[in-house]
């Protein structure tokens, strides 16, 4: 564990909403991440209890997943003025609410729509509490992520970037566009930047950083040599999500929602096109179960 700098707050959540960091001081306060919709009412709950009565004044995002945005829209409700900062790459899809190109249609995700007020760039940088966060750009989880890096403390706010078990699942790769060696650039920016405490998206902050990297390299060369197992992966990720969102369905439900799901049927063609997709989902599902994912039972499938 560390100490954190004053006004640095961590608010850990589970793997369906992403972790949220509060930077505040006396005169400003900063929020990074909003978390899954499903959870919003809790995300501004745990808001409220740091903030009090002071309003939110700032959200980030460090990038526009699902379970890293999708707070914003009661957010935005409950604090009118607060101004949202998204990866500017991404404005125009967000002005006009692109589904398709945010990913929430071909995740089979849900996000309320919400609004942008400004962007974030490369090298921009926020000031709370004296200490100076600077954006740099971190491709490869997604092409528009970033992370925040704050030189005095040493602090880094890395996303889906990092984790301590790896990364998030490379998703511009489902779509075919080759995004590994983004992922390498990005771990050794990390390096380069030297961190003594990373605060991730997902799971509890930790120091050891040369071993995250470590089984973030490994991960990477298994990936790299390997892609099918990338994308039995990134299936098996929105498979889970999924579970993690309703807790637990009828098989024929997830099949359907599945079937839907145009990632999946990428996946599926990609890797799998000798099984139908029928025999590919019953076989994931045997593979989560395996891996203590879920239980299967009297034809439901249900979160564990
Ligand atoms: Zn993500």
Known sequence: MTTLPPGVTFIERGWLSSNSILLQDETSNLLIDTGYCTHADQT????????????????????LHSDHCGGNATLQKYYPKVETLIPVAQAELIDIWDVDALTYKPTGQ?????????????GDAFTVNGAVWQAYAASGHDQHAFILFNTESRVLISADALWENGFGVV???IEGIQAFDEVEST??????????????????GFGDIHAALGRARSRLKQFRSSPSKHGNYAAKVLLKFKLLETQTLRLPELLTWAETTSYLQMLRQEYAANLSFGKWFDYLCRELEKSGACHIANGRITNT
């Not at 920016?189 to 799971?203: A, V």
Request: proline share 9%.
């Open 44 to 63: 501004l709950q745990l808001v409220t209890d740091v903030l009090g009565d002071r309003p939110l004044q700032t959200i980030i995002n460090t990038h």
């Open 110 to 122: 849900h996000c309320p729509r919400f609004i942008r007020t400004g962007t974030v760039q490369n």
């Open 171 to 173: 998703f511009p790769e």
């Open 187 to 204: 771990l050794q920016m990390i390096e380069q930047l030297n961190p003594t405490w990373i605060l991730p998206g997902h799971g509890a």
